[in-house]
């Protein structure tokens, strides 16, 4: 059992201005995906990207990613609460961000972009899907040092008290997020979009992943204490996730019976 060491959420200041870990732990994804998204476009020339048109793209996405991710933790969790007090729905350094939310966000980024460069809409989500699991395990690490989301309960031997919640030994569910959203479903995802796959194909394996890793973890995660378990026991991270999972396969069976090639621009 380990005692989460409560670090200050600030990590660097100087006078009035305050840089908090949660925001360079964001600022660490759109750097991980920019530099990756480069790498996947000099690795993969026949998808037809240069490095000014990945920065591009991604300029969009994290515009998507802010935006849609506070709307979505807006409208998802706590919506009585942000009408009541609609002026806290500017108050990010709160705190608030939903990453369902966010991936809707990225998606009309992604549809904007696709329309003005006059690429295929799946050509770009396929392009951006390897990109986003370094994003997603930079923001559960860091919930970790926020001390937030924390886990449900627990005996096992890795547990973890939150001094800021109660005294009891918790799953560090933030870190199980951070290895699996992260890092394993990076690595199936760049291995997967390493070979030319019909078109679709990536986009429908990070829907399948993310919706069943998501899914998965929840059970070791508290549920919200605003929101609690909601129909069938389950939270409210799961009831978004599941039809992730639904329309990624769905997609994937698509994909691979249309066999599809991947083109650059719209026919």
Request: net charge positive; hydrophobic share 50%.
């Amino acid at each position: 059992m380990y005692v989460h060491p409560q670090f200050d959420p600030i990590a660097l200041k100087a006078g009035p201005v305050a840089v908090r870990w949660y925001g360079l732990m964001y600022l660490s994804g759109f750097v991980a995906g920019m530099l990756l998204g480069r790498l996947r476009a000099r690795r993969r020339p026949d998808l037809g990207w240069s490095d000014r048109q990945v920065d591009d793209l991604l300029f969009f996405v994290v515009l998507g990613v802010v935006l849609g991710g506070r709307a979505g933790y807006v409208l998802f969790y706590k919506l009585a609460d942000y009408i009541d007090q609609p002026l806290h729905i500017f108050a990010v350094w709160e705190g608030g961000m939903s990453f369902h939310g966010g991936f809707l966000g990225v998606l009309v980024a992604m549809t904007w972009y696709a329309w003005k460069q006059q690429r295929r809409w799946l050509a770009v989500t396929d392009f951006i899907a390897p990109l986003v699991p370094p994003g997603l395990g930079f923001g559960r690490l860091g919930n970790y040092i926020n001390a937030e989301l924390w886990g449900r309960p627990t005996d096992v031997a890795w547990a973890v008290v939150f001094p800021n919640v109660d005294d009891l030994p918790r799953h560090p569910s933030q870190l199980y997020e951070c290895a699996l959203e992260g890092a394993v479903l990076f690595a199936l995802l760049w291995w997967f979009s390493g070979r030319p796959r019909p078109v679709g194909a990536v986009s429908a394996l990070f829907l399948i992943g993310y919706g069943t890793l998501r899914f998965a973890v929840e059970f070791t995660r508290e549920p919200d204490s605003f929101l609690g378990p909601l129909a069938g026991g389950l939270s409210m991270g799961q009831w978004l996730s599941a039809p992730m999972v639904v329309a990624g396969i769905a997609m994937l069976l698509w994909a691979y019976r249309q066999r599809e090639p991947m083109r650059v621009t719209r026919p």
